[in-house]
């Protein structure tokens, strides 16, 4: 038996999200506000999304917002296509501060520690945000698009 996608269910519930379409596979995008994002994580794994198959963060213009990505999957015994599901969380650049999905699925771990060290979003209550990649003294956010690198100089119209 097919259960209705995920935004649906937040329709019929009244739980504010918005939809963005699908992606090339048919996966349905839903953007999410930071402040229902605990919530609705939880809802998400109560409603079936027992797996977060990965969390990405990426820049999504110079000066603008940040997105926070997390694509659910929903893992049953005998499903040959498992029903997913992408989730986009979008924090301004001045305060990227977003909920940990830790205590829900571990596995958001390492991959939010890594959009942390080079995006700069804050994942409170991650019982280890710390830099993963870069050193602990590196200054700055390496991914942000308007990231200046230290001590680099291009040489222009050189001949």
Known sequence: MQQDRLSDWLVKHELVHRSLGFDCQG????????EDW?????????YGYNF???????????????ASVYHLTRIEYDIDKPEEVCIKVFVPRNNPRIPSVFW????????????????GILYYNHPRLKRIL??????????????????????????
């Open 52 to 66: 977060l198959r990965s969390q990405c963060a990426y820049d999504v213009a110079p000066g603008g917002f940040l």
């Open 38 to 46: 605990d919530s609705i994580a939880v809802i998400s794994y109560v």
């Open 27 to 34: 996966i349905e995008i839903l953007q999410i506000k930071t």
């Open 104 to 119: 829900i699925w571990r596995s958001a771990d390492f991959q939010e520690r890594e959009s942390y060290d080079m995006l």
């Open 134 to 159: 870069m050193p602990e003294s590196w200054i700055g956010w390496p991914l942000r698009k308007d990231y200046i690198t230290p001590n680099f100089y291009e040489i222009q119209d050189a001949h």
